[in-house]
């Protein structure tokens, strides 16, 4: 048997051969600072000393990341700047992982198989009943209604019926209270439309989708219903609004009631023709329908002009556009539209195309944006001049046909000439100039007396229709307009401050009927800001008094001071929180009324009147953005002014989901540039 032979050398003298030619090399690292590990220091391996007990379970955790993956605190002193970008740079990793996990742990929550069973529901809502003047069905129930208690306990709330989903309609469910009214929204559209960014999503810069939100989610913050129809009529003595809605299969419609309590007319408008022959040539941006038209035509355009078949002729005519309207939308939209023309179309469309492109915009006044200050008007022809946009002011449309625009165009300078004709080629025309009444707006006007607007329901300074029986018809948005005629309550408000019944309005009593006339009548009131002149104004024979005749001319000539307030997404908000307001607070006090038989409170008992507050106004006008707050305050620029449009736009979307898809779409557009498909 072989034994192993053992060696009795210590190891040292057995490596010490070996390590001879390295000497210099060990003498070296003896001299370096050591850990008591015997390890050198290093970036990321050096030792820290222990956490020490007292320390937060939080402060250990920071402390514990920060000695394993940081950088040290020697590296630190050294370099501090990159040492900060280092934690940052690690930071963020972990910030992202932590993201991901968070999203992904959601995620998988989100996915669940929940099976209904003996859902209860109330027979009128499966077989409603029939009633009203012509017989029809009366929804009285809908098919939630007794889905959980919650639910069942909204039957018995005071019925609310809201005409429409825009901004007026959103902004009203936004500020209810919930539990207070049993709400039914009626609309032919399943969503609300963020309407101001619609020139965006007709060239890709935005995403439709990432404009609209379902009046589902949102009336379900009140723990409404929604109703896909459209109004038709409406019977106020029974309080029966009459909807017209798809029938059970789908082809056709039916017809049936919808019983109120209150009623909200929130329907918007629709184009004025003004008369103008061929608009059925025409494009439309008031729905998003409407913006995906535009899209279509446009890139349709463009790829038939791209073909070599298309004659040089017909390229020019293909590739002008025309924007009948010098207002918001329309300005806006010839921005965007040159916009993509010259940063995405030069890219990947033939180079040869951009000498054919043109872009018209026509105004009827002698600036665009003419609602703005002459500032900003200015400021966004001289801009529109270096987009090379041409600008046609002065000029009325006579007729539009396939292939053409026929213009009229005065002489600002001779207002005795002749207007001149001019035609335009064209391949593309939006129509974006004034407003005109929904078919249910122009019917409630027809049956209401005391109704003579031709664009919209006049309503007092509560927002009530006029006409209807006070505290159930209320109107707003585009739709409405506040009449404000005081002549109809003179004799009313005579006899309320002659309190001496002298037949005559001192001093001291004119004051007291300036204050409540500010109170009634919003829209005048910053024509009593100077009270002792007006009494001086009219006081014609100086006797210190005011007659009846006096106070009359005084009335007559203010009404026709006041102007309408302009139909934009800002009025119709801010009346949608007014009503929503008002009626939270009817709602707290709807028990006692009840009891004492009086549902119908009158407003002026409880709730101050309408009052708009100038918010101020935007346009986008190409990489640039002008804003026009009022009071001879604006602002008009290039990137700043942008980012301040965007964020103020992005601030009102309806839903935190808009927000965030409205956000990508910007830094997608930024990165990727615009989507140029067609579909």
């Not at 459209?230 to 009459?242: H, K, P, T, Y």
């Not at 209150?262 to 061929?278: E, F, Q, R």
């Not at 790829?303 to 329309?330: D, I, N, Q, Y």
């Not at 005081?486 to 004051?511: C, H, P, R, S, V």
Request: proline share 6%; with cysteine; glycine share 6%.
């Amino acid at each position: 048997m072989i034994r192993p032979r053992i060696l009795a050398r210590p190891l040292a003298a057995r490596l010490a051969p070996r390590l001879a030619p390295r000497a210099p090399a060990l003498r070296l690292l003896s001299t370096l600072p050591r850990t008591p590990s015997g390890v050198p220091p290093s970036f990321f391996t050096q030792r820290r000393p222990a956490l020490a007990p007292a320390l937060t379970s939080s402060l250990a955790l920071k402390r514990f990341i920060s000695i394993r993956f940081g950088p040290s605190p020697e590296f630190s002193a050294r370099h501090p700047a990159v040492a900060l970008l280092i934690r940052l740079a690690l930071s963020s990793v972990l910030g992202l992982a932590v993201l991901t996990g968070a999203i992904l742990f959601h995620d998988a929550f989100t996915y669940s198989e929940r099976h209904v069973d003996r859902v209860p529901t109330n027979a009128l809502s499966l077989h409603p009943r029939r009633g009203g003047k012509k017989n029809l069905p009366i929804i009285e129930a809908n098919l939630d209604d007794e889905e959980d208690d919650q639910k069942r306990a909204m039957k018995n709330k005071p019925k609310l019926v809201i005409i429409g989903g825009g901004w007026g309609a959103v902004a009203l469910i936004q500020s209810l209270s919930p539990n207070q009214y049993n709400v039914t929204l009626v609309s032919p559209q399943t969503y609300f439309a963020f309407t101001p960014l619609l020139p965006s999503a007709c060239v890709g810069t935005v995403e439709v989708r990432s404009l609209v939100e379902p009046l589902r989610k949102l009336i379900a913050r009140v723990r409404g219903h929604y109703l896909m129809g459209s109004a038709v009529d409406v019977d106020m003595a029974e309080r029966l609004l009459e909807v017209e809605v798809p029938d059970d299969e789908g082809k056709g419609v039916a017809r049936a009631y919808l019983p109120y309590d209150k009623l909200v007319i929130a329907c918007g408008s629709t184009s004025n023709d003004h008369g103008v022959k061929g608009l059925e040539h025409c494009f439309q941006l008031k729905t998003v329908p409407d913006a995906q038209a535009i899209r279509r035509r446009v890139m349709a355009n463009l790829e038939l002009a791209s073909l070599p078949t298309t004659t040089p002729e017909e390229r020019k005519r293909l590739l002008s556009f025309v924007v009948c309207g010098g207002g918001p939308t329309g300005v806006e939209f010839a921005a965007e539209l040159s916009d993509m023309l010259n940063e995405d179309v030069l890219d990947y469309f033939p180079k040869a195309l951009r000498n054919e492109i043109s872009v018209h915009v026509v105004q009827s006044r002698d600036h665009i944006l003419n609602t703005y200050s002459e500032k900003i008007s200015q400021y966004a022809e001289k801009r529109f001049a270096r987009s090379q946009i041409n600008v046609v002011t002065n000029a009325r449309v006579s007729e539009v046909t396939p292939e053409k625009v026929v213009l009229s165009i005065k002489d600002p300078k001779d207002k005795n000439s002749k207007p001149r004709t001019v035609e335009i080629d064209s391949g593309f025309v939006l129509w974006s100039t004034g407003i005109a009444m929904q078919p249910f707006t122009k019917r409630l006007v027809d049956i209401l007396p005391n109704q003579f607007h031709s664009k919209a329901v006049q309503v007092d300074s509560y927002l009530r229709v006029e006409g209807a029986p006070k505290g159930t018809v209320y109107a707003m948005g585009d739709a409405a307009t506040i009449h404000l005629n005081m002549l109809d309550q003179l004799l009313e408000i005579w006899d309320k401050f002659d309190t001496n019944k002298d037949g005559a309005i001192d001093y001291e009593e004119w004051q007291h009927m300036s204050t409540y006339i500010k109170k009634q009548f919003p829209l005048a009131s910053k024509y009593f800001d100077r009270v002792k002149d007006i009494f001086d104004e009219y006081d014609k024979d100086k006797d210190e008094k005011l007659g009846l005749n006096e106070v009359a001319a005084m009335f007559q000539d203010l009404s026709k001071k006041v102007t309408a307030l302009p139909a934009t997404a800002q009025v119709a908000s801010q009346e949608g929180k007014y009503l929503g307001h008002m009626f939270n607070k009817l709602a707290r006090q709807s028990k006692v009324l009840r009891q004492n038989d009086m549902p119908d409170l009158d407003d002026e008992a409880y709730f101050d009147s309408f009052k708009y507050k100038h918010l101020g106004s935007l346009a986008y006008i190409g990489n640039s953005a002008v804003i026009d707050v009022g009071d001879g305050w604006s602002f008009a620029g290039g990137l700043l002014a942008m980012y301040a449009w965007r964020s103020v736009y992005w601030s009102e979307q309806a839903s935190l989901r808009l927000q965030f898809l409205l956000m990508i779409d910007w830094i997608k557009r930024g990165i990727f540039g615009r989507d140029l498909s067609k579909f």
